[in-house]
């Protein structure tokens, strides 16, 4: 059962831009997405970027400033507005949220991004 759905990636150029969106299925209702994390072959995830309600954003210092992460309650969502990609920003990126029925922290199925001329 998909509960985080994420939607965005795809193979851009350095220098380009891509928007990821992140929001729960219709059913995922106890389930708010938090934020996203990256992974490339044989690393650990990494944080990227994360926003709860109420609370400023926190990045990366590898992406402040290029990256903006925002939500919208009503609609459940969260979304990163990735600009001036550079090739090290390729990678998986994975939508985590908090299961506020469970108490666990859930993720995505992850979306690729590519930055490559």
């Known amino acids: 059962q998909v509960q985080l759905v994420e939607s965005g990636g795809g193979l851009v150029q350095p220098g380009e831009s891509l928007r990821l969106s992140c929001a729960a299925s219709?059913?995922?209702?106890?389930?708010?997405?938090v934020g996203w994390y990256r992974q490339t072959p044989g690393k650990q995830r990494e944080l990227v970027a994360t926003?709860?309600?109420?609370?400023?954003?926190n990045y990366a210092h590898s992406v402040k400033g290029r990256f903006t992460i925002s939500r919208d309650n009503t609609k459940n969502t969260v979304y990163l507005q990735m600009d001036g990609l550079k090739p090290e920003d390729s990678a998986v990126y994975y939508c985590?949220?908090?299961?506020?029925?469970?108490?666990?922290?859930?993720w995505g199925q992850g979306t690729q991004v590519t930055v490559s001329s």
């Open positions: 219709r059913s995922a209702f106890m389930i708010q997405p």
């Open positions: 985590n949220g908090y299961d506020y029925h469970r108490g666990i922290d859930v």
């Open positions: 926003v709860r309600s109420g609370e400023f954003p």
